[in-house]
């Protein structure tokens, strides 16, 4: 079997996840449930390289993608500043109208990706491949730090705050401590996935194919966010105190916490 095998039937009885065949894993199949965007619950058809209207169930999805010759006979009208703009008026609205669910109780809906878990491969996977995919990742959150706060003068923060995040369990004492401890300033506040576990990161034929869980993800330094990987989201040697294990074996169950040891990233300045 190939260890980037996704099908449930592929999966031999053997697999360490052979009774959950669908953990960490993804095939997509005709018969799956996705959102169909065709002319059928078209409710607005536009023109000129503008975007349809399709009514599904309770929400709108706008798109050109049905249009033929986008690009030849028209160009396709940017709208990322009144989608900017209708993100952040919803934003305002949420502070008057409770949001939508489902029997009481809270529903998020999202696309999951083709491949397999780095968790359910890694296993199987030889030394190359590992530093290969930690390569990849660490290509990625470089990318990602690209991105900085609006702010003048930033706190360290999530992409949305909530006041109430350690009361309400979304992450424990140590985690706040070290995510918004006044003893350590970062200078090079940025863009952070924040919870790169090997479970979220979605690997396919030897290439990283996305990035999944982004419900940690904020504005943090390098080290800031290092430092959580390593105490928070990955295996500590003294985790493992108790129990006889070889240096050979603990190095393999913590070969991810060393995803950030590597020089921190520090942008060119120029002088003037």
């Given at each position: 079997?190939?260890?980037?095998?996704?099908?449930?039937?592929?999966?031999?009885?053997?697999?360490?996840?052979?009774?959950?065949?669908?953990?960490?894993?993804?095939?997509?199949?005709?018969?799956?449930?996705?959102?169909?965007?065709?002319?059928?619950?078209?409710?607005?058809?536009?023109?000129?390289?503008?975007?349809?209207?399709?009514?599904?169930?309770?929400?709108?999805?706008?798109?050109?993608?049905?249009?033929?010759?986008?690009?030849?006979?028209?160009?396709?009208?940017?709208?990322?500043?009144?989608?900017?703009?209708?993100?952040?008026?919803?934003?305002?609205?949420?502070?008057?109208?409770?949001?939508?669910?489902?029997?009481?109780?809270?529903?998020?809906?999202?696309?999951?990706?083709?491949?397999?878990?780095?968790?359910?491969?890694?296993?199987?996977?030889?030394?190359?491949?590992?530093?290969?995919?930690?390569?990849?990742?660490?290509?990625?959150?470089?990318?990602?730090?690209?991105?900085?706060?609006?702010?003048?003068?930033?706190?360290?923060?999530?992409?949305?705050?909530?006041?109430?995040?350690?009361?309400?369990?979304r992450i424990g004492q140590l985690e706040a401590d070290i995510l918004f401890s006044d003893s350590d300033i970062d200078t090079d506040m940025s863009f952070m996935h924040n919870d790169l576990s090997?479970?979220?990161?979605?690997?396919?034929?030897?290439?990283?194919?996305?990035?999944?869980?982004?419900?940690?993800?904020?504005?943090?330094?390098?080290?800031?966010?290092?430092?959580?990987?390593?105490?928070?989201?990955?295996?500590?040697?003294?985790?493992?105190?108790?129990?006889?294990?070889?240096?050979?074996?603990?190095?393999?169950?913590?070969?991810?916490?060393?995803?950030?040891?590597?020089?921190?990233?520090?942008e060119d300045k120029s002088t003037h």
């Open positions: 079997m190939s260890h980037f095998a996704s099908r449930p039937e592929e999966i031999p009885d053997t697999d360490q996840h052979a009774d959950v065949p669908l953990y960490g894993r993804c095939s997509p199949t005709p018969d799956d449930f996705r959102i169909d965007t065709q002319s059928s619950v078209r409710i607005y058809t536009a023109g000129g390289g503008g975007r349809d209207v399709f009514a599904l169930g309770s929400i709108t999805i706008k798109s050109c993608h049905l249009h033929e010759g986008v690009g030849v006979r028209h160009t396709e009208i940017d709208y990322s500043n009144v989608d900017a703009n209708e993100i952040r008026a919803i934003a305002l609205a949420r502070r008057v109208l409770a949001d939508m669910n489902i029997n009481g109780r809270q529903v998020l809906v999202q696309e999951r990706i083709p491949g397999v878990g780095l968790n359910v491969a890694r296993r199987n996977l030889s030394q190359d491949q590992r530093n290969n995919f930690k390569q990849q990742t660490r290509e990625l959150f470089r990318r990602l730090r690209t991105t900085k706060p609006t702010d003048e003068h930033p706190a360290r923060r999530h992409v949305v705050q909530d006041p109430d995040i350690i009361n309400n369990g090997e479970s979220n990161i979605i690997v396919d034929n030897d290439m990283v194919a996305g990035l999944v869980d982004w419900e940690m993800a904020g504005f943090f330094g390098w080290r800031t966010a290092g430092e959580v990987h390593r105490i928070i989201r990955t295996s500590q040697r003294e985790h493992f105190a108790a129990v006889n294990l070889s240096e050979e074996r603990l190095l393999d169950i913590m070969w991810w916490a060393h995803l950030y040891d590597l020089p921190e990233p520090h």
